[in-house]
């Protein structure tokens, strides 16, 4: 049986891939019925730094992150966050149509985040045929059985045999007394057994053939399914958010053990979560923020739009297993921060080497990478690089000198773990927020112009400007200090 880790401690001496100089790396990915919020930024980014990450020391890494498209999409979900479903029957959308509607927005969200696009991008809907094989190994094996068309995994026998509950640190009685999910109580043998496959009510959308019922794949099965079909009966990590060890994982491996007799997974890894002014993000507190209304700000609890690389440097700030609280001061506080590092990363490109070294700038690299081998320590990545914006800014303002060596070890380092590792866009960041600023400073010096113009009488000047902007689509108004505009 494969030893289990669930975090990457000392990772350059404990981390042992199954096949030498490659890595196969599963993560749970979104379930696209809505747009991605906070929560789905976390882990996109924790595991994109670990891809980068693992590139960087030279793996062939094989990253394979799902999309969730089965098992939401029903008429009447009771749950009030289903209006997809709704929206597509109403307008007579095909699911698949919401599907991609949505994956587009992910890709979207994720590519402005800068998280890199992953090397299969599976879709539980795409593998049903795979799904419904799995799920009868586990009846072959006999840790299943089938009740009214529906499949449940038969836990108190698997229980028997293996361990059921060892990544969560649960038993089965803990188990029973947590397990709230009524659906299929009066079908199932304990409330524990979980559902392989579910035979489709009547206004379930989406639903496939089987040999048990016309139905849908359980949701714990789209992941062992499409995790051994492409990294293999075992593979190295497996990856996802904390509130997915209980039942997801834990499901996950005893599938896998039913069906393989064995575990699949060698590490698995847990991003923490991020709760918003103390709270859990959930639809009972009302406080899910998108990805989207961050970029434009448009939501109550956020004082201004804030850029996608300040969320992602805010995310990296904080190690990825302890929690994150978000309130807009702490996203400011991330802008002012990312600002500093896009400060110094622009001046560094400047900077003048001289013929020694009068600053310190001396065992950065090996700071970044001790920090980085400590599962994956971000936060002293920042605060390394950090440090040495000190020496960036001595020799910029002149009190210090650099030799060109040490200069060109320096912006190296900067390239490798800023930009490569932690995956900032210094640059980029720098002239999208520059370029919004550049584009309103050059209107209000435009307005000021024809405002001179005005008190000049000057008003051929003053009608041209304001002609020309207004056909440009802006919308201009004088108002009695100047004036104000918008598109
Ligand atoms: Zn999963």
Request: net charge negative; hydrophobic share 35%.
């Amino acid at each position: 049986m494969l030893e289990i880790y669930n975090s990457l401690t000392r990772f350059k001496e404990t981390f042992k891939p199954l096949h030498e100089g490659h890595v196969g790396m599963y993560v749970c990915g979104p379930t696209v019925y809505g747009d991605a919020h906070l929560g789905h930024a976390r882990p996109a980014i924790t595991f994109d730094l670990l891809y980068r990450y693992l590139q960087y020391l030279g793996y062939k890494v094989r990253y394979v992150r799902n999309i969730t498209d089965v098992g939401h999409l029903e008429h009447d979900a009771d749950e009030g966050e289903d209006k997809i479903a709704k929206k597509a029957r109403l307008e007579q959308l095909e699911p698949m149509e919401v599907v991609q509607f949505y994956t587009n927005r992910y890709h979207r969200d994720m590519a402005a985040l800068n998280v890199l696009p992953p090397s299969i991008e599976p879709h539980a809907s795409g593998h049903i045929i795979e799904q419904i094989a799995f799920v009868q190994k586990i009846l072959d094996k006999g840790y299943a059985y089938v009740s009214n068309g529906s499949v449940y995994m038969d836990v108190e026998k698997y229980a028997k045999d293996y361990p059921y509950g060892k990544l969560s640190g649960r038993n089965l009685n803990d188990i029973v007394t947590e397990t709230r999910e009524l659906d299929g109580q009066d079908e199932k043998k304990h409330s524990y057994d979980f559902a392989l496959w579910k035979k489709a009510a009547p206004e379930h959308i989406m639903h496939w053939p089987s040999p048990w019922s016309e139905g849908f794949p359980g949701w714990h099965m789209e992941c062992s399914t499409m995790g051994t079909k492409y990294l293999g009966e075992t593979f190295d990590i497996h990856g996802g958010g904390l509130d997915l060890i209980f039942p997801h994982h834990e499901a996950e491996i005893a599938q896998s053990c039913a069906a393989l007799g064995h575990e699949s997974v060698h590490y698995w890894m847990h991003n923490n979560m991020i709760t918003i002014a103390g709270k859990k993000m959930g639809k009972s507190y009302n406080n899910f923020i998108t990805l989207e209304q961050f970029f434009r700000g448009n939501h109550p609890l956020l004082s201004k739009p804030f850029g996608p690389m300040v969320i992602r440097f805010f995310i990296l700030q904080a190690h990825y297993r302890s929690t994150v609280d978000f309130s807009s001061e702490a996203l400011e506080a991330a802008e002012k921060g990312l600002q500093r590092m896009q400060e110094a990363y622009a001046r560094l490109q400047k900077l003048q080497a001289g013929k020694e070294t009068t600053v310190e700038v001396e065992g950065l690299r090996q700071r970044c990478t001790e920090a980085m081998d400590d599962d994956l320590n971000t936060p002293f990545v920042i605060a390394a690089l950090f440090d040495s914006t000190r020496a960036i800014n001595t020799v910029h303002d002149g009190k210090g000198t650099i030799s060109e060596a040490d200069l060109k070890e320096l912006r190296e380092v900067w390239k490798t773990f800023a930009i490569d590792i932690l995956g900032l866009r210094l640059e980029e960041q720098g002239s999208s927020d520059g370029k919004q600023k550049a584009f309103n400073g050059a209107i209000d010096l435009l307005l000021n112009i024809r405002l001179q113009a005005k008190q000049n009488k000057d008003w051929p000047t003053s009608d041209k400007i304001r002609n020309e902007l207004t056909a440009l689509g802006f919308q201009i108004k004088d108002t009695k200090d100047g004036f104000e505009w918008s598109i």
